[in-house]
């Protein structure tokens, strides 16, 4: 099973109840399909970047999960359905924990000119 982090920024149009509603349907797919819920992480309104839908803020969640390969691909599916989803975007991160807890920072290119 490999780590993924899925983002999802929801309409910020919707009421408190409807944003836990749309969290727990999340989680439900990934434990219905295998997965493990690591960590969900709301980090609540904040300011777009840009407009989307004509809007100026959006409601951020993000989830870390444990599962096989097909479980992205349902999520990203019931997300295309999903209106209240704004925009989403799932990553494997580049960062791995170690059993002791440390993280290992990913390689990256040297900047040097030969």
Known sequence: MKLYETG???DPTLEDSQFDKQIEQ????I??????IVDVSRWGMRRLAYEIRKKQQGFYVFFQYESDGTVPGKLEKSFL???SIMRFM?????WI???TG?????VR????SY
């Open 102 to 106: 440390e993280e290992k920072a990913a």
């Open 109 to 112: 290119p040297s900047t040097e």
């Open 90 to 94: 799932t990553v494997v991160p580049d």
């Open 31 to 36: 434990k219905s399909n295998g997965g493990k």
């Open 26 to 29: 999340v989680e439900t797919i």
């Open 81 to 83: 359905i999903n209106e």
């Open 97 to 99: 924990q170690t059993e």
């Open 8 to 10: 999802i920024i929801y």
